[in-house]
């Protein structure tokens, strides 16, 4: 029986199960210390003092390290993934001006972490406040305070995506209906279970720095952390333990992290710091954030026209290491699933005193499918069509596939009209009632998913500082034993196990015979992109798969050299070579060859194949979502109350894994939807630095999900798989505003911003007159 497709648990539920798991938090060293940063309190400041002398009195505290300190002994960090025209392109480790409350300003370093606590807030630093902005329209609108005065303005980039403007305003003047809306998706909070944490440890003899990080990407830090600590990158080793969940947030190297690490350089002592949840909110990097002026142009018939959205995309206080990349993707994911005569965007980057935003999971294209699932409902509801009939005349077929979109992307496979209709046919029970004070509405929502990111190639265009191949090694050791060497990172989303399952369906051995490693930059390929953007085991599945398959016919090979046989006359059951009357155990085989016994001639006595796989397109993977929701009129409330979705991901290595992150990538929309947005206050400020303030989405929100799957597989990669890990976030947070606005048609045309907490929703059914 196929491995490929076959639901099995992940290898690592008994160490997660059990608590024996190891986290950052759990490592302990000899000697080592422990540190707490300091940050500005303030948005927007000059630091005019900074005494560390009272803290440094205190018994137990080590060292204090201020800006100025730490700007000697550090570079800029370069931002990986750049702009046309952007105008800042490398961050300081650390700044005597202040952009944002909770931006790293010093750090403190003691024998415990209370009394490093208790140190910093011994520690005095002046800051001569400045104006602060925050919110794209306010920063824009003059004479907004300018976070860079020499800039000129707090624009960072402004370009240009797709059809010409001109050619887009000639289309709408012309169109017999046009939607448009300024609609809004605003800055969201990772949230993962494990918050952030380094262990650095350096030897000085050797020069050598190893740091333990919750970080989804080691290879990245480990070149981020060479520049900005002036090391050789063979000097230094970034080392995964347990990650308990990232969503983007842990994918680069941070101001913090390299300052601790920094701290154990200059003291020659291990230095450990674990961020707190309340320092969550302002120092680990914001998702989303974003203004959308946006209209949907459509001819008498209800076929669309043009597509065109002014994005104006909140940075923060300096681009992070992606910069603008998110409203990139907006831009260029906006046609989704859809024909278009045109379709354009223009992306204006706003500098604001606000923390800065990056990776955060179906980043851009959860915003995309806002703008666009948002104004197709609301051309239907004008227009008086129904909204899943509406897509289905305008949706991509089969039959044009593979299908080039006016942003240039190809779509590779996939029946999309047929994924719509099954999931409306799944969800024919939906409940929908429009009157008396308990409302019900049903929203749909489509999307095509950008997975599996590279080529190298297209990296290179954008251009965007990483490597779009993925490299596998598969090494079956002495005792037959097989350990896969992989650059790809598990951060929780079950990556080990369809690698191990790729592993064995190449090798033809049980999953138990192997061991998959990942997360040590020592010893694992090098990764700078790793599990982001859907690429897991598509992008780093096909080389282990590959390398595994080139193993087995060298044992093969190998057997039949023994067994004085053809290869094509040895049978392989995982354990043991046959041929006729002869066998060998794959046990005696693997010795014999690394003692370099008994082996064909010219055949190597090292059991290891390589492989590398660098995809020619990215993969597409489209589904449809439909929720039913209630809307009390009384008390505001929204629930999600029933749930589907089709998804189509070509080839699944293991569906229990896929439906898994659907679930968990609805879970997370639906946060969006009616519960998540980090708020400040007027003064640049965090309102949001609990949990409490930021309520996220528990078990008793969620609503029963039927989940069915479509296996179109993919032109693109050897094995027809598509990627998985965002689409169940990307069309659930529109598709449970689109049902919103359903169960109340009164307020739909102000269902423009998430999210639809209890007092948005009150706010919108007092200007339409049917709140008590």
């Not at 440094?56 to 570079?75: K, Q, S």
């Not at 824009?140 to 005065?149: G, H, I, T």
């Not at 779509?411 to 046919?425: N, Q």
């Not at 190597?604 to 995809?615: A, F, G, H, K």
């Amino acid at each position: 029986m196929s491995l490929i497709g076959a639901p099995v648990s992940r290898v690592t539920d008994h160490v997660l199960l059990t608590g024996n798991a190891r986290y950052v938090d759990d490592l302990q060293l000899a000697g080592m210390l422990h540190a707490t940063v300091l940050r500005a309190p303030v948005a927007h400041a000059r630091i005019t003092g900074f005494d560390a002398s009272a803290a440094l009195a205190l018994d137990g505290v080590v060292a204090v390290f201020g800006p100025e300190e730490i700007a000697r002994h550090t570079e800029a960090q370069l931002c990986t993934w750049l702009i046309s025209g952007q105008k800042i392109v490398s961050v300081p480790i650390a700044d005597t001006v202040v952009r944002h409350a909770g931006q790293p300003v010093g750090i403190v370093v003691a024998t415990g972490r209370a009394l490093a606590e208790d140190g910093a807030g011994l520690v005095r630093v002046d800051y001569a406040k400045l104006p602060a902005v925050t919110g794209v329209e306010a920063a824009v609108a003059p004479p907004a305070p300018l976070l860079y005065p020499e800039l000129g303005g707090n624009v960072l980039a402004d370009v240009d995506y797709g059809d010409p403007r001109e050619e887009i305003d000639r289309i709408v003047a012309g169109a017999a209906h046009v939607v448009e809306r300024r609609l809004e998706v605003p800055r969201a909070a990772p949230s993962a279970m494990e918050t952030r944490g380094v262990l650095a440890a350096f030897e000085h003899g050797s020069g050598e720095l190893t740091m333990w990080a919750s970080t989804q990407n080691p290879h990245m830090t480990r070149w981020h952390l060479a520049r900005v600590l002036r090391l050789p990158l063979h000097r230094i080793r970034v080392i995964q333990p347990r990650l308990g969940g990232s969503f983007g947030s842990k994918d680069h190297l941070y101001q913090d992290e390299a300052i601790v690490c920094l701290a154990a350089m200059l003291l020659r002592r291990p230095v450990k710091w674990i961020e707190d949840r309340t320092e969550h909110f302002t120092a680990t990097k914001h998702g989303r954030g974003g203004v959308y002026r946006a209209r949907l142009a459509l001819d008498a018939d209800g076929g669309f026209l043009a597509l065109h959205a002014d994005i104006l995309g909140d940075v923060g206080a300096f681009p992070s290491t992606v910069g603008t990349g998110p409203f990139q993707v907006t831009a260029l994911m906006l046609p989704g699933p859809y024909r278009f005569r045109a379709v354009g965007a223009r992306l204006v980057a706003v500098l604001t005193n606000a923390t800065p935003t990056a990776a955060y999971r179906a980043y851009g294209q959860n915003e995309a499918a806002w703008i666009r699932e948002r104004l197709i409902d609301e051309a239907a509801r004008e227009l008086g069509l129904d909204p899943g009939e509406l897509r289905l005349r305008n949706l991509v077929t089969a039959g044009e596939m593979p299908y080039t979109t006016r942003l240039h992307l190809r779509y590779d496979t996939g029946d999309y009209p047929r994924t719509l209709r099954r999931a409306l046919s799944l969800s024919a029970g939906a409940v929908r009632s429009r009157s008396g004070r308990v409302r019900r509405g049903v929203g749909v929502a489509m999307n095509v998913e950008f997975t599996g990111l590279g080529p190298s190639g297209l990296l290179q265009m954008l251009p965007a500082e990483y490597n779009g191949w993925e490299e596998a090694r598969v090494r079956v050791e002495p005792d037959g034993g097989v350990t896969v060497f992989s650059g790809i990172s598990d951060v929780g989303q079950g990556t080990v196990t369809g690698l191990t399952q790729l592993a064995a369906e190449g090798l033809g051995m049980p999953m138990s015979a192997i061991t998959v490693k990942v997360g040590d930059s020592a010893t694992v390929p090098v990764s700078l992109l790793g599990a982001a953007a859907s690429r897991g085991l598509i992008v780093g599945g096909t080389p282990v798969f590959r390398a595994a398959a080139r193993m087995r016919e060298r044992l093969i090979r190998i057997a039949a050299e023994r067994l004085d046989r053809r290869p094509a006359d040895v049978r392989f059951d995982g354990a043991v070579f046959r041929a006729d009357d002869g066998e060998v155990t794959l046990r005696e085989l693997a010795r014999d060859a690394w003692m370099g016994w008994n082996l064909p001639k010219g055949e190597s006595p090292v059991l290891e194949e390589t492989d590398v796989y660098d995809p020619p397109n990215p993969t597409f993977a489209p589904a449809a979502h439909v929720v039913q929701v209630t809307v009390d009129l009384d008390t505001a409330l929204v629930r999600a109350e029933r749930y589907w979705v089709v998804h189509d991901s070509g080839v699944i290595v293991n569906p229990k894994l896929a439906d898994g992150q659907i679930m968990g990538g609805i879970t997370q929309g639906l946060g969006a939807a009616l519960l998540e947005q980090v708020v400040y206050s007027p003064g640049g400020v965090p309102r949001t630095t609990t949990l409490p303030d930021y309520p996220l989405p528990v078990s008793g929100d969620v609503p029963d999900v039927v989940i069915e799957h479509m296996h179109t597989p993919s032109s693109v990669t050897p094995l027809g798989m598509k990627g998985l890990g965002e689409g169940g976030t990307i069309p659930s947070t529109v598709a449970i505003g689109n049902a919103v606005a359903d169960a109340v048609p009164e307020i739909a045309h102000a269902v423009l911003e998430v999210p639809l907490t209890p007092t948005r929703i009150h706010a919108l059914l007092s200007d339409a007159g049917l709140a008590r």
